[in-house]
């Protein structure tokens, strides 16, 4: 389970080197002059605002269902029924072949559809003066009879389940010897400012025999991309910074004790799925705040000049999906985190950023070695 948990902290922490490639600027929606409400910021893509879709479609009345094999977003209010797929242009207007022109998209981990369509299928008008957005609905017409609301029970909280079979699986789990590819996206709010900075890294690696190999692309501005190289070799890792153009030492503090993070989670089993032909169990693994910051936010986040630069960690959640084979092997890992950081900024004070990441990773099992970079070789030779 160690190897699992360096794999991830590695990852997590490689995000840190890079500069994150979108930032809307305080982009805020109102429906009926109250703000939307969402955990995560609304967005610019194409010229046109996508905000989250639960929050978008509550605040507007909708029923929201989504249908995550099919990609299909249905929102219900009364008679008006929308349809719509992600990343498609085609939708459904109370069963009519319509188009849009930006399609919803998923980011973050969350689906996004873009606010004027939607809102304007109830009649509603949508202003837009560059920083925000204003939806104004009809008013109801108040001769005709009020619907009559039935009253919901109150929710009961959701209760974490562990169970034998769940720990057994647990302790079985390992990363296998891989070929992998994945993603990662953040979003950094930045609590002195409205400023919120969107992030996607594209990642491959190779994993044998206890050593890594790992490459991340984030695309920087005017197209620009910049490639970030982790290496785990004979138990030191390495960080190759495409800005300086040099590697350094690098990577997790062997003396924290992992098995911590475990003692003090709760599991639950959710299922199989099959992945690659192959059947697995999907374990969901939620670890307490409270361990997760005395384990790992206190004892340094292990990468070059951020240990100087950071004077604070803490982490607001931080859970996990794994799908193990029959043996344990991973086959795939999602990740979701949040974490709120103060950096030292000796000229204007300390700077807080709260920084949420989601991230999934598949693993196809393989025998070969790696084939380390020549850059990484002259490094060692020198």
Avoid at 113 to 119: C, N, Q, Y
Avoid at 326 to 341: N, P, W, Y
Wanted: charged letters at 25%; zero cysteines; hydrophobic letters at 40%.
């Amino acid at each position: 389970m160690r190897r699992v948990w360096v794999f991830l902290l590695t990852l997590v922490l490689l995000a840190f080197q890079a500069v994150p490639a979108l930032a809307d600027r305080g982009i805020r929606v109102f429906v009926d002059g109250t703000e939307v409400q969402a955990d995560v910021a609304p967005l610019i893509h194409e010229g046109r605002t996508l905000v989250p879709l639960r929050a978008l479609g509550e605040a507007l009345g909708f029923a929201v269902d989504y249908d995550g094999v099919e990609r299909r977003i249905t929102l219900a209010r009364g008679e008006t029924t929308l349809v719509l797929w992600v990343d498609s242009t085609r939708v459904l207007v109370n069963g009519r072949e319509a188009t849009i022109d930006v399609p919803a998209l998923v980011r973050s981990g969350r689906t996004f559809v873009p606010v004027r369509f939607v809102a304007e299928q109830l009649g509603a008008v949508v202003e837009w003066d560059g920083v925000q957005v204003k939806v104004t609905r009809p008013k109801p017409d108040v001769t005709a009879p009020a619907e009559p609301v039935a009253e919901k029970p109150p929710a009961e909280p959701a209760q974490p389940v562990t169970d034998p079979e769940a720990w057994a699986l647990l302790e079985k789990i390992q990363v296998p010897d891989a070929k992998l590819t994945g993603w990662l996206e953040t979003e950094t709010v930045f609590t002195d400012s409205d400023e919120v900075m969107v992030s996607y890294y594209d990642i491959h690696g190779h994993l044998y025999q206890g050593d890594m190999l790992i490459t991340m692309t984030v695309r920087e501005a005017e197209d620009e991309t910049l490639e970030y190289i982790m290496a785990g070799r004979d138990g030191v890792t390495y960080l190759y910074d495409p800005m300086s153009e040099t590697w350094e030492v690098a990577g997790v503090d062997d003396s924290l004790d992992l098995s911590q993070l475990s003692e003090a989670a709760s599991v639950t089993i959710r299922g199989t799925e099959t992945i690659d032909g192959i059947t697995t169990t999907r374990l969901d693994v939620r670890f307490a705040p409270e361990t997760v910051n005395r384990v790992i936010a206190k004892g340094g986040l292990g990468w070059p000049g951020l240990d100087e630069a950071v004077s604070e960690v803490t982490y607001n959640w931080y859970n996990l999906s794994l799908w193990a084979d029959e043996d344990g092997q991973v086959r795939k890992i999602a990740v979701d985190l949040s974490m709120t950081t103060v950096f030292t900024n000796p000229e204007g004070g300390p700077v807080t950023q709260t920084t949420s990441r989601k991230g999934e990773f598949r693993f196809v099992p393989v025998s070969e070695p790696i084939v380390w970079p020549e850059s990484l070789e002259a490094y060692l030779q020198s």
